[in-house]
């Protein structure tokens, strides 16, 4: 599908984009008037390298973008010791987690706007100023309600955090060079959440909980302050002024779909407080008016979420596959610790070190999946990408009481070797379609879309792995066995529907400007 703006304007405008400063320290007072001409500027963009100032500003949304993923998952191991001191019980702990996830289900969907209005700079010291104050407070707590409100603030300034990253990497990286770039996106996305259980279990032991956070709240700091000094605005602000409805809407939306998932994962293991159906229907319903608001403040280009990014194909499948890849790895990522531990009878300590080379490849490899991609585009790395997840996925299909450590150890890398495969191409091919204004609202559908499908792989694993354990048990199956027989069959089902991002992945196309350098596709 030809894009709607003809190849010659669609060159100026991104050259133009790719020179716009995030600058170095001595370019700050430079006004756009400064910048270089574009005959310059394409000579500029045709090289394999950044210009210095957008070398060192991506390196530190990078870096940031590190730190608050990977307080994502400190909790895991932090929350025994919280529980034993602030004198909560296990599903009040719980919260941590939960509160964290539904405030970056409901903040993400407004990142588009935030973005557009703040500007790339106004964008990150909201979201470094907030992270850094929710850490500072979760560390010096001393209630649980102070501790879950730091929480949430450190959610905010995360949620803010990836789309904003993946923005700027669009907007100022030349599209030959955009691959090798995404490729240490996703060796951020994918590294941080795997070093986080241990970085955390290193730290708790000899330093306690509290310094989880006190560790990294130098480091925030750190970046607050360097962002002042680099980070500048890639493009033009958008003034439209926000509309209550609409954030109204995606709060219970987005809120009420991610919390009913959840739950439903939940109630299926040991039952919840609430009914996840309430929210889960509260939240599906109001979906369809948050949609239905957008459609029409479309037409004034001032909507919270930009919808026309689903008029690209290409977008259409992307967020597809994303959906489904993401379903299968958080499902697997929190299935599989939990059959290793009651089931196969491992230590806390064996199953992070497990699950720790599968993550470390698949963050490794993202640089080296970027660079083929530059060369040889989408297809041929993720046809073969999604074949392998849903193979990986498939052999913990067969997991039993007896089934070696190696097995499962060479099925995880295979399958974070696969999602790696996946999600680099992916996120470089369906943003890569859509107009510079609507990178952050691309972005941000993305990371939503991410989120909403996580929580539920996580409840649909968690609820056929339950309630096939549970006729096992009623066969007569040991605990063990009938654990392992539900999670062989949640797996199971995770591959079937892996087959169908198989399919989809063969109908990717390379977005038609990735090839303008370097003779096309």
């Known amino acids: 599908m030809s894009l709607p703006i003809s190849a010659r304007a669609h060159r100026t405008e991104r050259e133009r984009m790719s020179t716009d400063t995030i600058g ?26 950044l210009a210095p100032g957008h070398f060192r500003a991506i390196a530190l949304l990078m870096a940031s973008a590190f730190t608050v993923i990977l307080n994502e998952t400190t909790m895991s191991v932090a929350l025994q010791p919280i529980m034993a001191d602030l004198n909560i019980t296990a599903t009040t702990g719980q919260w941590l987690t939960t509160a964290f996830l539904l405030t970056m289900a409901v903040v993400i969907p407004a990142t588009g706007y935030l973005i557009n209005r703040l500007g790339t700079r106004g964008a990150y010291l909201l979201a470094m100023s907030l992270f850094t104050v929710g850490t500072a407070l979760a560390a010096v707590s001393p209630t649980f309600a102070f501790l879950v409100t730091g929480r949430v603030v450190q959610a905010i300034g995360t949620a803010i955090m990836m789309p904003l990253m993946m923005t700027t990497v669009m907007t100022i990286v030349p599209a030959h060079m955009r691959g090798r770039v995404m490729g240490n996106v996703t060796l951020v996305i994918a590294l941080a959440p795997a070093l986080g259980p241990t970085v955390s279990g290193a730290i708790v032991g000899p330093l306690g909980w509290r310094w989880v956070f006190g560790v990294v709240l130098p480091i925030a700091v750190l970046a607050l302050v360097a962002g002042m000094l680099w980070i500048r605005d890639v493009s033009e602000k958008d003034h439209h002024h926000l509309d209550p409805l609409s954030l109204v809407l995606a709060l219970v939306a987005f809120g009420g779909v991610v919390w009913g998932l959840s739950g439903l994962g939940e109630a299926a293991q040991h039952g919840a407080p609430i009914n996840p159906w309430i929210p889960l229907g509260a939240g599906l319903v109001t979906l369809g008016l948050f949609i239905w608001r957008q459609l029409a403040r479309q037409r004034t280009n001032s909507a919270l979420l930009d919808l026309r990014t689903f008029l690209q194909p290409n977008f259409r499948l992307g967020v597809g596959i994303i959906a489904v890849a993401m379903m299968a790895m958080l499902g697997t990522m929190i299935m599989l610790p939990l059959v290793l531990l009651d089931a196969l009878g491992m230590a806390p300590l064996t199953v992070g070190l497990l699950m720790l080379p599968g993550g470390v490849a698949m963050g490794l490899l993202g640089p080296v999946i970027g660079r083929l991609y530059d060369r040889i585009g989408p297809r041929p790395i993720m046809v073969p990408g999604t074949v392998l997840v849903t193979v990986a996925v498939g052999m913990l299909a067969f ?115 990735d090839g303008e350098f370097h003779g096309g596709h």
């Not at 370019?27 to 390298?49: F, H, I, Y």
């Not at 996120?427 to 691309?442: I, T």
Request: hydrophobic content about 45%.
């Open 24 to 49: 170095t320290p001595d370019q700050l007072s430079d006004p756009p008037a400064n910048l270089p001409s574009t005959g310059e500027t394409a000579v500029q963009s045709r090289t394999d390298k």
């Open 399 to 513: 997991l039993t009481t007896e089934t070696s450590l190696f097995y499962v150890l060479g099925a995880h890398i295979l399958l974070m070797v696969g999602l790696a495969s996946v999600f680099t191409p992916l996120f470089s091919s369906a943003l890569g379609v859509l107009q510079p204004h609507q990178y952050s609202h691309g972005s941000a559908t993305i990371n939503t879309v991410q989120q909403v499908a996580g929580a539920a792989g996580t409840a649909l694993f968690v609820a056929i792995m339950t309630i096939r354990s549970e006729s096992l048990t009623a066969s007569g199956s040991s605990p063990a066995e009938a654990m392992t027989g539900g999670a062989g069959l949640a797996f199971g089902v995770g591959a079937a529907v892996m087959v169908v991002t198989v399919f989809l992945a063969t109908l990717v196309k390379r977005p038609e400007n």
